[in-house]
């Protein structure tokens, strides 16, 4: 089993940056993915961001591209997402995922078989 533990939410206004992190524990050994996925109110979850952990690719849903990045620190067994240029369309509850597969869609909620509790995100106007 793998355990993920996020933290780093908060209110903020737009504009602003916050910076989440995601701690992984447990059988880490073979994730293969690692990530963001999003879901505000009345709306579909969707993918935001992973990350390949063998060697830091990264991948963006086209909404945050520019603006997020998503990154490693392997030793920590730690995924942060950089947020940057926030906006009202990022309030969400953030959760991180992780996977010990290879998905066909990287930003497939399928694909990810481990899921943190979530952290909210608020953006003000």
């Known amino acids: 089993q793998v355990q993920l533990v996020e933290s780093g939410g908060g209110t903020v206004q737009a504009g602003g940056s916050l910076r989440l992190s995601c701690a992984a524990s447990?059988?880490?050994?073979?994730?293969?993915?690692m990530g963001w996925f999003r879901q505000a109110p009345g709306k579909e979850r969707g993918g935001v961001a992973v990350i390949r952990t063998f060697n830091s690719v990264p991948s963006y849903a086209d909404s945050v591209k520019g603006r997020f990045t998503i990154s490693q620190n392997a030793a920590k067994n730690t995924v942060y997402l950089q947020m940057n240029s926030l906006n009202p369309e990022d309030t969400a509850m953030y959760y991180c995922v992780a996977t010990v597969g290879w998905p066909s869609v990287l930003l497939d909620q399928y694909a990810y078989n481990y899921w943190g509790q979530g952290t909210q995100v608020t953006v003000s106007s």
């Open positions: 447990g059988y880490i050994a073979n994730i293969k993915y």
